[in-house]
C-alpha cells in the first residue's frame, strides 16, 4: 500500500463522513472527454437559503506519453484559472506543478509553485506562494510509512518575516481492512483522532473525536456509515455528537447519469424550520 500526500491522511475517514452529503443546495455536474483525451467539465449548484447560484467550466488536457496535464477554469465571478503538471520528465515520482489565477477586472492574482516527490514509502511535497501580499512563504510537507504505519507533517515558513506560521503533525496506521489515525493540527491547538474500518464490501463504518484546545475542554465526535444496496446504489448515514444527523441516498440510474439526494436533521429541533435538504445529479460520457 502506498503512502498518500499529506493533505489525504485520514481521506478514508473523511470520505465517508463529508461526501455524498447534497445538503442544502441543488447541484449539476456535466462531464464530457473527447476522443484525443480532453476533458470538459460545466459545475453549477443553488443554495436553497439564498439563492445563489455559483458555476464553473474547466478543460483538462492530458498527454500521458509526456506526462503533461493542463487544466484551465473560468467561473461564474470572473476569476480564470491555469494548472500546469509535469510528471516523472525530471526523474521518477518528481512532479513540478504551476498553478494560478487572475481576476482581470480588478487584477488580483495568485500563484504557486510545487514540487513533489513520491515513492511507495515516501510523499513529500514543497511549494512557495509566488504572489503573496505577505512575500513568499514555503509550505512543506511529508509522509512516510512502513509496514502501514504512517507519520508525517507540515509547515509553513513566511521569507520576509521570518516566522513559521504553521505547524502540524500526524501518525496513524493503515490495512486494507481499517485505518486509525492522529492528527494534531494549528499549532497543536486542534486534535482530531479517527478510525476508519471496511467491515465487508457492502459495509462502511467509521468515527472521529475533535478537541479544540484553544476554544473549549468539551470534544466533538461524529459518527458514520456506508451501506451498498447493489452495484448501482448505496446509501449514507451519520450522526454527531449534539444531535445533527446526516442522510445521503446515491443512485447510478444509467451509465454516465448519477442522482443524490441527501438531507441534514436537527434531532433535537424536530419541529422547527432549521432542516436542510438537497440533490445532485451528475452526466458523463
Same mark, same amino acid.
Given at each position: 500500500?502506498?503512502?498518500?500526500? /499529506?493533505?489525504?491522511?485520514?481521506?478514508?475517514?473523511?470520505?465517508?463522513?463529508?461526501?455524498?452529503?447534497?445538503?442544502?443546495?441543488a447541484?449539476?455536474?456535466?462531464?464530457t472527454?473527447t476522443?484525443?483525451?480532453?476533458?470538459?467539465?460545466?459545475?453549477?449548484?443553488?443554495?436553497?437559503?439564498?439563492?445563489t447560484?455559483l458555476?464553473d467550466?474547466?478543460?483538462?488536457?492530458?498527454?500521458?506519453?509526456?506526462?503533461?496535464?493542463?487544466?484551465? !477554469?473560468?467561473?461564474?465571478? !470572473?476569476?480564470?484559472?491555469?494548472?500546469?503538471?509535469?510528471q516523472?520528465?525530471?526523474?521518477?515520482g518528481?512532479?513540478?506543478?504551476?498553478?494560478?489565477?487572475i481576476?482581470?477586472?480588478?487584477g488580483a492574482?495568485?500563484?504557486?509553485?510545487?514540487? &513533489?516527490?513520491?515513492?511507495?514509502?515516501?510523499?513529500?511535497?514543497s511549494?512557495?506562494?509566488?504572489?503573496?501580499?505577505?512575500?513568499?512563504?514555503?509550505?512543506?510537507?511529508a509522509?512516510?510509512?512502513h509496514?502501514?504505519?504512517v507519520?508525517?507533517?507540515?509547515?509553513?515558513?513566511?521569507v520576509?518575516?521570518?516566522?513559521?506560521?504553521?505547524?502540524?503533525?500526524?501518525?496513524?496506521?493503515s490495512?486494507?481492512?481499517?485505518?486509525?489515525?492522529?492528527?494534531?493540527t494549528?499549532?497543536?491547538?486542534?486534535f482530531t483522532?479517527?478510525?476508519?474500518?471496511?467491515?465487508?464490501?457492502?459495509?462502511?463504518?467509521g468515527a472521529?473525536?475533535?478537541w479544540?484546545?484553544a476554544a473549549?475542554?468539551?470534544?466533538?465526535?461524529?459518527?458514520?456509515t456506508k /451501506?451498498?444496496l447493489?452495484?448501482?446504489?448505496?446509501?449514507k448515514?451519520k450522526?454527531?455528537?449534539?444531535?445533527?444527523?446526516?442522510?445521503g441516498?446515491?443512485?447510478?440510474?444509467?451509465?454516465g447519469?448519477?442522482?443524490?439526494?441527501?438531507?441534514?436533521?436537527?434531532?433535537?429541533?424536530?419541529?422547527?424550520?432549521?432542516?436542510r435538504?438537497?440533490?445532485?445529479?451528475?452526466? &458523463?460520457?
Amino acid at each position: 500500500m502506498s503512502v498518500p500526500h /499529506y493533505g489525504d491522511f485520514g481521506k478514508s475517514l473523511n470520505d465517508l463522513l463529508s461526501k455524498d452529503y447534497p445538503v442544502g443546495s441543488a447541484k449539476l455536474e456535466v462531464n464530457t472527454t473527447t476522443s484525443n483525451g480532453i476533458k470538459f467539465t460545466v459545475t453549477g449548484s443553488k443554495e436553497n437559503k439564498t439563492g445563489t447560484i455559483l458555476s464553473d467550466i474547466k478543460t483538462k488536457y492530458s498527454d500521458k506519453s509526456r506526462g503533461l496535464t493542463v487544466t484551465e !477554469n473560468w467561473n461564474a465571478n !470572473n476569476t480564470i484559472g491555469l494548472q500546469v503538471e509535469l510528471q516523472d520528465q525530471i526523474a521518477s515520482g518528481v512532479k513540478l506543478d504551476v498553478h494560478g489565477s487572475i481576476h482581470p477586472s480588478n487584477g488580483a492574482k495568485n500563484a504557486k509553485a510545487v514540487v &513533489e516527490y513520491k515513492q511507495s514509502n515516501i510523499f513529500t511535497r514543497s511549494s512557495v506562494d509566488l504572489f503573496s501580499k505577505n512575500g513568499p512563504t514555503i509550505h512543506t510537507d511529508a509522509l512516510v510509512g512502513h509496514d502501514g504505519v504512517v507519520l508525517g507533517g507540515d509547515v509553513a515558513y513566511n521569507v520576509n518575516d521570518a516566522t513559521i506560521h504553521r505547524y502540524n503533525l500526524a501518525a496513524g496506521y493503515s490495512t486494507s481492512e481499517y485505518q486509525v489515525g492522529l492528527h494534531a493540527t494549528n499549532k497543536f491547538s486542534h486534535f482530531t483522532a479517527f478510525y476508519f474500518h471496511k467491515v465487508n464490501k457492502s459495509v462502511e463504518a467509521g468515527a472521529k473525536a475533535i478537541w479544540n484546545k484553544a476554544a473549549s475542554d468539551s470534544v466533538s465526535i461524529e459518527v458514520g456509515t456506508k /451501506y451498498v444496496l447493489d452495484g448501482n446504489t448505496f446509501v449514507k448515514a451519520k450522526i454527531d455528537n449534539v444531535g445533527r444527523l446526516g442522510l445521503g441516498y446515491t443512485q447510478v440510474l444509467r451509465p454516465g447519469v448519477k442522482l443524490g439526494l441527501g438531507g441534514s436533521f436537527d434531532t433535537t429541533r424536530l419541529h422547527e424550520n432549521v432542516h436542510r435538504v438537497g440533490l445532485s445529479a451528475t452526466f &458523463e460520457n
